[in-house]
Structure formats: structure tokens, C-alpha cells
């Protein structure tokens, strides 16, 4: 098959050219760096021509809200024009696991947009929608450090290695569309409390963490079930914990 993916210079997108390549199909990696940009239109007919897959895996430079919004829903729209155009036969998205359910989180607003965007279009489509990354395990760990303590939500997180994450979704664009949502998640829920001291572990550090029912994640509020996944969802192999170990 021929597939494009929108975002290949990222760590997600990367990864998926790789495998689809070593899968012996035609890949396209299009970014702003090959001269598709997703904002403005430019390139992208060119990048989705005679693709049988498209993957998303685009992000916004910026998280505040209103950037945040406008690039995911110019991005989806002009990739959804593109794909329709060029006859694409399954549109494929990474989306994040609780999206919808968060609606004070600025950006998850804007991926609940992207991903309406996607379902409107009757495009044949699939939405993974992914937990959290190992890979972001640090960046969450700073974000709730306040002075000398840190202040952990009292929630569960569900780190998953984005390695897995790409996987998932060189394995959906080989599958026929489900014209719905993928959930996928790492193998163990774990407190954000776990998650960070696994953190100031592995770098040696003693910070004192204080579960804080005050305490949200990037703005947001969040409970045990925000950000994890349900019962039907695919569930990854790598530990938390052992992909630090490897760090």
C-alpha cells in the first residue's frame, strides 16, 4: 500500500515510517521540513497523492488554548480535503485517551475538534486514541513541582512507551477502517504519586511528593478514571518503570 504520513518528523510519526518501510509499503513522510503544511494547504495534495492511507500524528508548537485550537481544527480540515481529493481510502488519527471528557483542558478541547472533524467527514477513518507517554513521565514530573515539594494529583496515569503507541497505529493503517475509536494504554495504572517518585528516582533525586487532592494535571482536574482506559482497550507491555531503567 501506499500511506502517507502527516507528522513524520516527529517522535511518533518517525517511528511509524520505519515500520510501515520495514512492512515493505510505499511511505510517504510528509512534514513541514518535505514541504507540506498542514495550516495552509500547501503541499498536501502533492504528499496524498495516490495514497490508500492517510496518518495523522500532527501536533500544534503551542498549547495554549486558542493556538491550540486553530491548528487542529485548520490541520484536520485541510487534511480532510486533501485526503477526500485524493481518493484515500482509510484516514487514520492519534488522538489521546479521556479526551472528551476533560473539557476544561484547552487542548484536549481542541482534539475533541479534530477528531469531529475526521468523524463528520465520512471518510473511512480510525481514531487511536493513546494514554499518556513514558516519554512525557519527566515533563509531568516538573509540571507539579511547586518550590521544594512536589504536589501529585490524586489520580491514576497510564504511562505507555510511544514505541508501542506506533505500533498501534502501523497496525491499524494496515486493517480496514473501524470508522470509530482505538483505545490503547500501557500495562499498569499507577498513581501519579508512583509515577513521579519513579521519576526523582531515576534521577536521584529526594523531592518530597504530597498527594494533593487540589493538584491537577496541566490545569486540569482529574480522578482515577480520567486518563485511563476502559476494559476494551489494547494494552501495551512495557513498564514504566523498566523503560527508565533503560534511560
Not at 213 to 229: M, N
Request: with cysteine; net charge negative; glycine share 10%.
Amino acid at each position: 500500500m501506499r500511506i502517507t504520513v502527516f507528522g513524520a518528523s516527529g517522535l511518533i510519526g518517525s517511528q511509524v515510517v520505519e515500520l510501515l518501510t520495514a512492512a515493505g509499503h510505499d511511505v510517504v513522510g510528509a512534514s513541514l521540513r518535505t514541504g507540506a503544511n498542514v495550516l495552509t494547504g500547501e503541499g498536501l495534495a502533492e504528499a496524498c497523492h495516490g495514497a490508500d492511507v492517510l496518518i495523522d500524528v500532527t501536533n500544534s508548537p503551542s498549547f495554549e488554548d486558542e493556538p491550540v485550537l486553530a491548528f487542529f481544527t485548520a490541520s484536520s480540515t485541510n487534511l480532510v480535503q486533501a485526503a477526500r481529493a485524493a481518493g484515500v481510502g482509510h484516514y487514520v488519527a492519534l488522538s489521546i485517551v479521556g479526551t472528551d471528557g476533560l473539557p476544561d483542558s484547552g487542548y484536549l478541547r481542541a482534539k475533541v475538534a479534530q477528531e469531529r472533524i475526521i468523524t463528520d467527514s465520512g471518510l473511512p477513518h480510525t481514531i487511536v486514541r493513546a494514554t499518556q507517554f513514558h516519554e512525557f513521565g519527566g515533563a509531568i514530573t516538573d509540571s507539579l513541582r511547586s518550590g521544594d515539594v512536589i504536589h501529585a494529583p490524586d489520580a491514576r496515569i497510564q504511562p505507555i512507551a510511544s514505541a508501542e503507541v506506533a505500533a498501534e497505529l502501523a497496525r491499524v493503517a494496515q486493517q480496514p477502517p473501524v470508522n470509530g475509536i482505538v483505545n490503547i494504554g500501557g500495562p499498569e495504572k499507577l498513581s501519579f504519586a508512583d509515577l513521579v517518585r519513579a521519576v526523582l528516582a531515576q534521577r536521584g533525586e529526594n523531592t518530597p511528593v504530597v498527594i494533593d487532592p487540589a493538584a491537577t494535571y496541566f490545569g486540569t482536574v482529574v480522578d482515577q478514571d480520567s486518563l485511563v482506559t476502559g476494559p476494551a482497550a489494547v494494552l501495551a507491555q512495557t513498564r514504566f518503570t523498566d523503560w527508565l531503567a533503560t534511560r
